[in-house]
């Protein structure tokens, strides 16, 4: 889920972000170039990781996470621990976000490149240059 997401990117910390923007992320700033100079992803795992040792968590890839887009979606939940946002697509923005939501940020932003800043735009299950998954495997009790 977003809130699951959020929880493991942050590892501990209150912050945007669990670090310099520059030593945890490939962004704007500092994304590598191809030939013709645009700017592509890096190979994982170039910049440092968070506390709990998960790489990439903000910066190079936008990754899925399973709730889909309304920014809503927690002001009601009762569920403050690990509340799950909306079943279904809502569309509340009047913004035309149809997908499900992306955490991170990716390498051609800044600003989106947080621990807290939710995204979506294409339609659930297209696939882009700017957006990819992490797997997760829960841990046995």
């Known amino acids: 889920t ?73 002001k009601s939940s009762e569920d403050a621990l690990n509340p799950t946002g909306p079943v279904e697509y809502i569309d509340n923005t009047g913004l035309g976000h149809a997908g499900k939501m992306w955490r991170g940020g990716c390498f051609e932003y800044n600003s989106m490149c947080t621990a807290t800043y939710p995204y979506a735009w294409y339609k659930w299950g297209a696939s882009g240059k700017y957006n990819g998954l992490r797997l997760v495997c829960p841990a046995r009790q």
Not at 21 to 32: C, D, K, Q
Not at 53 to 68: A, H, K, P, S
């Open 2 to 74: 977003e809130a699951q997401w959020e929880y493991a990117c942050r590892a501990g910390t209150a912050g945007e972000r669990y670090g310099t923007l520059n030593s945890i992320a490939v962004y704007a700033g500092n994304a590598p170039t191809n030939a013709s100079g645009t700017k592509i992803p890096a190979m994982g795992g170039t910049k440092l990781p968070n506390s709990w040792g998960l790489y990439d968590m903000i910066g190079n890839m936008f990754e899925y996470v399973l709730d889909w887009m309304n920014p809503n979606a927690y």
